[in-house]
């Protein structure tokens, strides 16, 4: 790391610090003084800052950064900063971004298609299982699933990922030198060994607050292309990471339950304001097809040298049962023996990629591209 680098790192750590200085301010301020360092150097003799953020500016809390730093020494730990090339481009549109994210592990991972699964901390059985069957599904398509970290459908949905076996991104409301939830200390190594990562815009030695900073449901629907709650009461915080992704202009999704489970009825008034209705992951992925053909339609995702390598065996097999007449998806399952539901997103995902067309009558043909 070069001395500007260093220096640019210290400010921004430093910055991060500063008393009544959110993502609105750091923007004011760098629309004021152009630089980091300027903000530094003029700022505490600027008369019409206010005189807390003054006074901090002449002695910032370097003692706190140096920790911030010990703690970026370690393997696989990044800063990412509104300037760098690498922050996440969907969380930089997102209105009141972060301006500094604290990253452990892939910095790939937080940049691919995403999508982000919330609920409550105590759900049903029926409903845990749920989350875990969507999120194995939906990883092993292709997606990215992203949560807080939590108890319950959060970490459910990291553990189906898991096991597709996909990637997850975690977003956690604490510093990443904690291990959290603590009922729970396997799930963040479990993240990184899966090629996932760890994100918190709090720096390390954070700790967990009575209640959680709106900052952290507006991460994990701004890194997303959609939000799916499974479970939800009226009042659940999860509905609050819903309302983010409506307001930031990306997918809302919901699955519905009984009418006498509490845990559906903050599914129940999303749906009944807009959200869409999901009964299986291959709905959200024909939502989002859209979407994901954008993502994954660069030279790097999807280039001619790199493509014909990249299909995994179920999806060789899966093009060796299609063939090149009109199949329809029963007759898929059948020669392939993997479920409907996985056919289906598999189907969406080789159509994308320019491996397969629709035929009419739901029926799919396979094209001439080679896998």
């Avoid at 969380?91 to 592990?105: N, R």
Wanted: net charge negative.
């Amino acid at each position: 790391m070069s001395a500007r680098d260093t220096d640019d790192t210290r400010h921004w750590l430093a910055l991060l610090r500063a008393p009544g200085v959110g993502p609105a301010a750091v923007a004011s301020l760098f629309e004021r003084f152009g630089t980091l360092n300027d903000v530094f150097c003029h700022g505490p003799t600027e008369c019409d800052l206010a005189e807390p953020l003054r006074d901090y500016l002449r002695a910032p809390a370097w003692t706190a950064v140096e920790g911030d730093l010990a703690w970026l020494e370690g393997p696989d730990r990044h800063l990412l900063t509104w300037d760098d090339s690498r922050f996440p481009p969907l969380l930089k549109d997102v209105a009141g971004c972060p301006p500094v994210l604290f990253v452990h592990g892939s910095v790939e991972a937080l940049a691919n298609p995403q999508l982000a699964m919330v609920g409550s901390r105590n759900p049903t059985a029926g409903g845990q299982e749920t989350a875990f069957d969507f999120a194995r599904h939906l990883a092993g398509a292709g997606l990215i699933i992203t949560s807080g970290l939590a108890l319950g459908i959060d970490a459910a949905s990291h553990k189906g990922a898991l096991a597709a076996p996909g990637q997850t991104v975690a977003v956690a409301g604490t510093g990443l030198d904690r291990a959290y939830p603590a009922r729970h200390p396997e799930l963040a190594p479990a993240t990184l060994d899966g090629d996932g990562a760890l994100a918190s815009a709090p720096p390390p030695a954070t700790r967990p607050r009575p209640s959680p900073s709106p900052r952290h449901p507006r991460i994990i629907s701004g890194l997303s292309m959609g939000t799916l709650v499974v479970e939800a009461a009226l009042r659940s915080g999860s509905l609050i990471t819903a309302r983010q992704a409506g307001e930031q202009g990306r997918e809302v999704f919901a699955i519905p339950g009984s009418i006498h489970n509490p845990l559906a009825r903050g599914c129940h008034r999303l749906l009944r304001d807009g959200a869409k209705l999901v009964e299986s992951a291959a709905d959200i992925l024909e939502e989002l097809a859209p979407h994901l053909y954008n993502a994954l339609s660069t030279p790097e995702s999807l280039g001619e040298a790199e493509a014909p390598h990249g299909l995994d065996p179920d999806y060789r097999r899966l093009l060796e049962g299609l063939g090149y007449e009109p199949t329809p998806v029963d007759i898929l399952v059948e020669r392939t023996q993997l479920t409907p539901e996985a056919v289906s997103s598999m189907l969406l995902i080789l159509e994308m990629q320019g491996y397969v067309t629709s035929a009419p009558g739901s029926r799919y043909v396979r094209t001439s591209k080679r896998a």
